[in-house]
């Protein structure tokens, strides 16, 4: 079992920032591609950002391209996702959520963190 507790949250103006952490415990001795996911009240969970376990490589969802980025830091079994030039349409509960790689068998959840951007 792998437990994710995410950090970071909160309320900010638009075009501000925040820096969302997410971090692992458990039984971690498993490759992973890590990501960040957020869910928009009404719809459907969307992945913006994902880091790849072996090569570190990093995938953006459009919408967010050039404003976020994924980070890890592996001793520290944590990842981030820094978020600049916040749009009231980045509101979402944000979740970090860990896949096991290549069978995506194993699926781990955070329990979200709230963002709210304001106009």
Known sequence: QVQL?????GLVQSGGSLKLSCKASG??????TKSWVRQIP????ETVATIHWGTGL???????KGRFTISRDIPEKMIYLQMND???EDTAV?????????SGSKDYWGQGTQVTVSS
């Open 86 to 88: 916040l749009k009231p």
């Open 5 to 9: 507790v995410e950090s970071g949250g």
């Open 42 to 45: 009404g719809k459907e969970r």
């Open 27 to 32: 039984n971690l001795n498993v490759a992973f």
């Open 58 to 64: 990093t995938d953006y969802d459009d919408s967010v």
């Open 94 to 102: 944000y979740f970090c959520n860990y896949r096991s790689y290549p």
